[in-house]
């Protein structure tokens, strides 16, 4: 059973079928909401997968460095993600179109469906990525040429599904580029914890965008697309299971790596227990479970950043 078509509302606006329950966007002028998807805000599992790892990095760092939460750069993150998974989008959605226009869940998106030209979908990119830029510019230099350097993996990602089963290790070199911009922004260089860090996040990205390709696999073969949901096929629960086995190992290295203590331990075992019930539920012919096991991603990435920031602000009570 294929996608809910896209839905639609008195005014005409069209309404994705993977976007959230939030009635906010519904209020907006109709004229708005093509560019509220095209930035993906009526589906915030993006920006908050793509924020978590920089706030583990940057309390992982604080543990690492005994210093104190830096609220800050918390905040500077976060309109960091939001923005930057807007531009990826947009500049993705660009590249897919056509492809886009083929599949049964992504065909009623702007660019596919016509509601935005793509001239009008660049200077939207182009408008978010300088917003992006600024926020970048307020760390300090190590960190600005590394964040720079993120952007080669965004610009391979949306072509990789053409050539090889494995677009979802680029994703996850992409996505996860935070675990190690946290850190960078904290002190200035990279050591292993942070790169422990980062292995976890590639797996965990793979993993979850995996259970998110499930979605599609019909349509991904008709439209010659290939991932990991179709490579891994019955066994994509066994799949699956390993990965999320690696993102939790990769990560308990990283945390002894920085001497983290109890609470960011209990961090992680809530952030294994959450993926363990993933798992679980894994039904490769259920799209619906698919989409509702992938946005659980979303809130299970701040289980960890949770344990960390209380082990930040515990040392900072006791010192």
């Known amino acids: 059973m294929g996608a809910p078509a896209p839905r639609v509302r008195e005014s005409g606006a069209t309404l994705l079928p993977d976007a959230g329950a939030s009635n906010i966007w519904r209020r907006l002028p109709a004229n708005w909401l093509p560019y509220i998807q095209l930035a993906r805000l009526d589906r915030p599992t993006g920006w908050q997968l793509l924020l978590a790892p920089c706030l583990d990095s940057s309390c992982l760092a604080g543990v690492y460095s005994l210093q104190k939460p830096d609220?800050?750069?918390?905040?500077?993150?976060?309109?960091?993600?939001?923005?930057?998974?807007?531009?990826g989008s947009t500049f993705n959605d660009l590249i897919d179109r056509n492809i886009d226009a083929k599949v049964e869940r992504t065909r009623g998106r702007p660019l596919p469906s016509r509601r935005v030209s793509p001239r009008a979908a660049a200077l939207f990119m182009a408008a978010q990525a300088l917003v992006g830029l600024a926020v970048l510019l307020s760390f300090n230099g190590f960190a600005i040429v590394l964040g720079l350097c993120s952007l080669l993996p965004v610009a391979i990602y949306p072509y990789l599904k053409r050539v090889t089963s494995w677009p979802q290790a680029m994703l996850g070199l992409a996505f996860s580029w935070g675990a190690l911009m946290g850190w960078a922004a904290r002190t200035g260089d990279l050591r292993a914890p942070a790169l422990w860090l980062y292995a976890s996040?590639?797996?965990?990205?793979?993993?979850?965008?995996?259970?998110?390709?499930?979605?599609?696999?019909?349509?991904?073969?008709?439209?010659?697309?290939?991932?990991?949901?179709?490579?891994?096929g019955a066994h994509v629960k066994i799949a699956v299971s390993l990965l999320y086995l690696a993102a939790v190992l990769f990560a308990e290295i990283a945390l002894i790596g920085a001497g983290a203590g109890f609470f960011a331990h209990l961090g992680l075992i809530a952030f294994?227990?959450?993926?363990?019930?993933?798992?679980?539920?894994?039904?490769?012919?259920?799209?619906?479970?698919?989409?509702?096991?992938?946005?659980?991603?979303?809130?299970?990435?701040?289980?960890?950043?949770?344990?960390?920031?209380?082990?930040?602000?515990?040392?900072?009570?006791?010192?």
């Open 201 to 232: 996040c590639i797996v965990w990205t793979i993993g979850y965008d995996t259970i998110y390709a499930l979605q599609d696999s019909k349509d991904d073969v008709s439209a010659g697309v290939k991932s990991t949901a179709l490579l891994f």
């Open 71 to 87: 609220y800050a750069q918390l905040a500077l993150f976060f309109l960091g993600a939001v923005v930057m998974r807007g531009a």
């Open 272 to 319: 294994a227990v959450q993926l363990a019930w993933q798992v679980r539920h894994i039904d490769g012919a259920n799209e619906a479970m698919a989409l509702r096991l992938f946005r659980s991603n979303g809130p299970a990435g701040f289980l960890l950043f949770g344990g960390l920031l209380a082990e930040n602000m515990l040392f900072y009570l006791v010192k």
